[in-house]
């Protein structure tokens, strides 16, 4: 039978259990993200952080990915996969168990180092393992194969946000008033402390889970794969130079990390911005986020054998356009700055008694369309690098800075002048994501044209 006639694998035979071992990683490395979103929020009242300064969170977790990406790529090169993954598990433990003295010391700048850490071993995490899968069967199955991959990285996502809601926020969410009748009594400083401390067991417990998945990983053979193989052939940055669709697809990445990290980390401050629900309850609305990241991940794989992948991606980017317009002209911002009236439709909320404007629901259905985003930006990115794939994807990882600068970018034009509501002096996230459709358009962009693989591509 002749090549063209055969069925394209959507995993090497012979190495389904190498995949689901690897899979777990993408369970693992969703939790410090996940967790982040909630440390916005924590940290906003048990540090007394300004709305600006929380924006060092998401930056603290995306400039280490930035600064250990090309050392990741370059050791994975020389090393392999399997060595890399080891390196990036026993930084992501170390940045775990700092948040025990950070938390006994209640210092910001330890968490941002604890943070930071954790962020440079999901590094070499994500490098290894998003570009091991794309190599572990036919070119032409590698997007759906690598959502496949992704799909279970939500699961992650639900578990933390569930751990965050229960062990992380406390419901104790006391006024200006409240805080001032503290200060006089002399147990602000307790409540401080006990707030703080809130936050280590979660981060603990997962350091231990990180331990013993690096002890089985230890003692697993990894198979050499197309990229490590490469006919000899080392990889160069020069060399990537010659691809434009890589060039795109770190710009497309780049603008959607500041499009998913915006949204993540200020949707339970955007929920109790503009409803009565407190922070617990908020919490529930981000797991439901997580879940619907989930379906769309689960859906997106199987829908792309119908549709060609970037062409999906670039209908879910103008999509998501549309709904964070929503949820920017329906918040009280908005109605405040424009008046359309979107504020007041108000949508019921199933199984419970309580309601919430439209702009909540428009806000979490994004994490849906999100949710081919990262995987298939990746895989298109890399697509026929051949020797210069590792590199190509240390570069990829490093674009996810974007996330870091596109919240900071958020969190200070929602903190400027420009977020002030209409007499009213408190500043509002909505105003600051203005950001995030900028984005979609650049997203959209890369999958309509600029997607397509050129240069001397590899078969």
């Not at 399997?82 to 968490?111: D, N």
């Not at 459709?437 to 997203?443: L, P």
Request: glycine share 10%; net charge positive; proline share 4%.
């Amino acid at each position: 039978m002749s090549n063209s006639n055969k069925k394209a694998n959507l995993i090497t035979p012979g190495y389904i259990v190498t995949f689901i071992l690897v899979v777990c990683l993408f369970f693992l490395w969703s939790w410090p993200n996940t967790l982040n979103d909630f440390l916005i929020t924590q940290f906003k009242k048990s540090l007394e952080l300004s709305l600006a300064q929380t924006g060092f969170l998401p930056f603290a977790l995306k400039t280490g990915y930035f600064c250990l990406a090309i050392p990741a790529g370059l050791y994975m090169q020389k090393k392999g996969y399997k060595a890399g993954i080891l390196l990036g598990l026993i930084l992501f433990a170390a940045g775990c168990l700092l948040f025990y003295p950070a938390a006994s010391t209640q210092r910001f700048t330890l968490f941002l180092c604890g943070i930071f850490v954790m962020a440079g071993g999901c590094a070499f995490l994500e490098i290894g393992a998003n570009s091991f899968v794309v190599s572990l069967g036919d070119k032409e199955t590698s997007e759906r194969r690598l959502n496949l991959a992704q799909s279970f990285n939500p699961i992650g996502n639900i578990l933390a946000s569930t751990a965050a809601t229960l062990f992380i926020f406390s419901g104790n969410e006391p006024n200006a008033m409240a805080i001032e009748t503290m200060k006089i009594t002399g147990s602000y400083d307790t409540f401080l402390k006990e707030e703080n401390f809130r936050v280590f067991p979660v981060y603990i417990m997962l350091a231990i889970i990180v331990i013993i998945i690096a002890i089985m990983i230890k003692r697993t053979k990894f198979p050499e794969v197309a990229t490590e193989k490469s006919d000899g052939k080392k990889g160069s940055f020069k060399a990537l130079l010659k691809y434009p669709h890589w060039w795109g697809a770190i710009l497309s990445q780049f603008f959607y990390l500041g499009a998913q990290l915006g949204t993540w980390s200020y949707l339970v401050l955007y929920i109790t911005q503009n409803s009565e629900l407190g922070e617990k309850v908020a919490g529930g609305f981000v797991i439901t986020n997580m879940i619907i990241f989930m379906i769309g991940r689960f859906f997106s794989t199987w829908i792309m054998k119908f549709f060609k992948p970037t062409r999906l991606m670039g209908t879910y980017a103008i999509i998501n356009l549309c709904l964070i317009s929503i949820a920017i002209l329906g918040s009280q911002w908005g109605e405040a700055k424009f008046g359309l009236g979107l504020n007041n439709i108000i949508l019921p909320v199933p199984f419970t008694n309580l309601s919430v404007p439209v702009g909540i629901y428009a806000l979490i259905l994004t994490a849906f369309f999100m949710s081919l985003m990262y995987p298939t930006n990746f895989a298109s990115g890399v697509k026929g690098l051949g020797p210069n794939a590792k590199l190509g994807a240390s570069i990829l990882v490093m674009s996810l800075i974007g996330g870091a600068l596109g919240s900071l970018a958020i969190s200070s034009l929602a903190g400027s002048q420009w977020g002030l509501m209409a007499g009213i002096e408190a500043h509002q996230i909505a105003g600051g994501m203005c950001v995030i459709m900028v984005s979609y358009v650049v997203i959209a962009w890369y999958a309509f044209f600029g997607s397509r693989p050129r240069g001397p591509v590899y078969e």
